[in-house]
């Protein structure tokens, strides 16, 4: 039996299924997650263009992008304006607790 290699990238076609895999991704909690959907996105829009359109050197965004990369922050936000894509935040579904409060500083005794 002879089988092929599936790319995720071939499928998504539209701007709003790439947001919905990328928004997928986030979802995750997982920076490995996040780093491999921006990177199946932009393959399938053409890393080249993407990586001009994000002023950042294609061998450089090949590698951040890549299986072992670790893009940093402003890479992900550029490649995702490039995407015309932005980054969101919503409520997650189950409450995080909340820090503890600082005790107040004791007053200090003034020397008179």
């Known amino acids: 039996m002879e089988t092929t290699r599936f790319d ?16 997928a991704a986030l ?21 080249a263009d993407i990586a001009a359109a994000a002023n950042l050197n294609p061998k450089s965004l090949y590698k951040a992008l890549g ?13 995702l304006n490039a995407l015309g894509l932005t980054l969101s935040a919503a ?3 189950k409450p995080h607790q909340a820090r503890r409060k600082r005790k107040p500083a004791s007053p200090q ?4």
């Open 8 to 23: 995720a990238a071939e499928y998504l076609e539209t701007p709003e299924l790439q947001a919905a895999y990328i928004t």
């Open 27 to 47: 979802e995750t909690g997982d920076p490995a997650e996040v780093r491999d959907a921006i990177g199946i996105v932009a393959r399938a829009r053409g890393m």
């Open 67 to 79: 299986e072992t990369g670790n893009p940093e922050f402003a890479t992900v936000l550029s490649v």
């Open 91 to 93: 409520p997650a579904g």
């Open 109 to 112: 005794k003034s020397a008179a």
